[in-house]
């Protein structure tokens, strides 16, 4: 019997360890020059991208949510509450220790392992004035599932902003979907 699938089925799974393992490592190296001006910035920039001033008494949902630097900023400009989640465990463990740096009592920020492609999950997940998902989508593998999946939770009157491919901005409030400049 050949043994071709059983090793194109292990390099896969290696490949795949090795990207996300590249993901988690990157975070661990940012978690070390985060700084209060990096943190600013990424506040200036939701709050630019949303058009608010803050996101007091919104809720706020970071699907892929990478180092936790949005999720902590979204955190920062007063977000009712927060819910991030990655796939990838290293990235996860880096939103942790960001959330235990600056806000270690608040229990209005989850952190979670989750997959944007596991439909159940996402849809378990409630509802939520803002949906974001920076530069996820088009690294699932899957896009437009993922796509489908990253619209499931926003609420009647919420807003989604997402990336993917890297060359188009979506912008999505509630029905509308518009593209914006890149
Ligand atoms: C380029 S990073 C962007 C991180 C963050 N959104 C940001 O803007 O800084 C892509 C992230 O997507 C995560 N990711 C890839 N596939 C995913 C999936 N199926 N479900 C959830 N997260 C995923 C990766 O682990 C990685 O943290």
Redesign the pocket.
């Known amino acids: 019997m050949s043994s071709a699938p059983v090793q194109a089925a292990v390099q896969e799974s290696e490949l795949a360890a090795e990207t996300?393992f590249a993901?988690g490592r990157n975070w661990q190296r940012f978690l070390r020059v985060l700084n209060d001006d990096r943190i600013a910035e990424a506040e200036k920039s939701l709050r630019t991208m949303l058009q608010v001033d803050d996101l007091r008494s919104k809720s706020f949902i970071?699907?892929?949510?990478?180092?936790g630097?949005?999720s902590l900023a979204a955190m920062r400009l007063g977000a009712a509450r927060v819910h991030s989640?990655?796939?990838?465990p290293n990235?996860v463990a880096c939103a942790q220790e960001l959330k235990r740096r600056y806000f270690p009592q608040e229990t209005n920020w989850v952190i979670q392992q989750?997959?944007?492609?596991d439909s159940p999950y996402v849809g378990c997940l409630g509802t939520f004035d803002v949906v974001y998902?920076?530069?996820?989508l088009h690294?699932?593998g899957k896009m437009w599932q993922?796509l489908e999946n990253a619209i499931l939770p926003v609420s009647s009157n919420g807003a989604t902003a997402a990336t993917f491919s890297g060359v188009f901005r979506l912008r999505c409030f509630s029905v509308r979907i518009s593209p914006c400049a890149a």
């Open positions: 996300r993901f970071d699907i892929g949510s990478g180092s630097l949005f989640f990655d796939h990838d990235s989750g997959s944007v492609l998902s920076w530069g996820v690294h699932t993922a």
